[in-house]
């Protein structure tokens, strides 16, 4: 099934460090979603955009919803150890198809204290 | 807000018998829940999606008669892996959504499936 493409793959990064990661596509979203998943966890919501161009923080984390609403991008700021993790993006449409996610393979942040 | 539980979050089972992971909404009521397929360091796998009330629908190449599920209430789903077999054992991920067009959906913590 169809994919986003989302990079990087994977970081290793000292604490303190930001970092920024994005997701694009070929087709338009009316909503990308965030998503943190530690190991053996399910997948948490970290920030959901709704409109193209919205800039959204939730404490050190920031993200965007691309003006052509195929891409976003999310910043985590001053890295921590507990920013360890798979970070996943989403998107969904609104119309048909039970508004599915479409799923980034993810990029795993590890960071060193 | 926007609890989803699951049980159990772990289970051992031989193979040729059948599991139940129950799906619970815990603070809202979830008209559409999803399951999903992990596996190791891979992204999630969307199997079903399941409407309360009505047929689950499948992805392609999901078999129906293997994953059973059942979306009895607005806040609880049920998937049964029939006639288990090593190759089902995985991560098993529910969500669930509520009901306004904006609503996104919330995981549960997911189930881990030994088959022996």
């Known amino acids: 099934g169809q994919q986003l493409n989302q990079s990087p793959q994977s970081m290793f990064i000292q604490e303190g460090e930001d970092v920024s990661m994005n997701c694009t596509s070929s087709?338009?979203?009316?909503?990308w979603l965030w998503y943190k998943q530690d190991p053996g966890e399910g997948p948490v919501l970290l920030i959901a955009?709704?409109?193209a161009g919205e800039l959204t923080s939730n404490g050190r984390l920031t993200a965007q919803f691309g003006i052509t609403r195929k891409d976003s991008f999310l910043n985590i700021s001053a890295s921590i150890p507990s920013d360890v993790g798979i970070y996943f993006c989403?998107?969904?449409?609104?119309?048909?198809?039970?508004?599915?996610?479409?799923w980034g393979l993810g990029t795993s942040l590890a960071v060193n204290p | 807000g926007a609890v989803v539980s699951q049980h159990p979050s772990r289970v051992i089972c031989k193979s040729g018998t059948s599991v139940k992971i129950e799906c619970r909404s815990l603070d809202f009521q979830a008209t559409t829940m999803f399951w999903y397929r992990q596996f190791p360091k891979q992204s999630l796998m969307l199997m079903a999606t399941s409407n309360e009330g009505s047929k689950a629908t499948y992805e392609q190449g999901v078999e129906k008669d293997k994953f059973l599920i059942n979306h009895a209430s607005l806040t609880l789903s049920t998937l049964t892996v029939t006639s288990a077999h090593p190759e089902d054992s995985s991560f098993y991920i529910c969500s669930a959504r509520g009901t306004a067009l904006t609503d996104t959906q919330y995981f549960g913590p997911g189930t881990r499936l030994t088959v022996l």
């Open positions: 989403a998107g969904q449409r609104y119309a048909g198809n039970n508004r599915k996610l479409i």
């Open positions: 087709s338009i979203f009316n909503t």
């Open positions: 955009l709704y409109k």
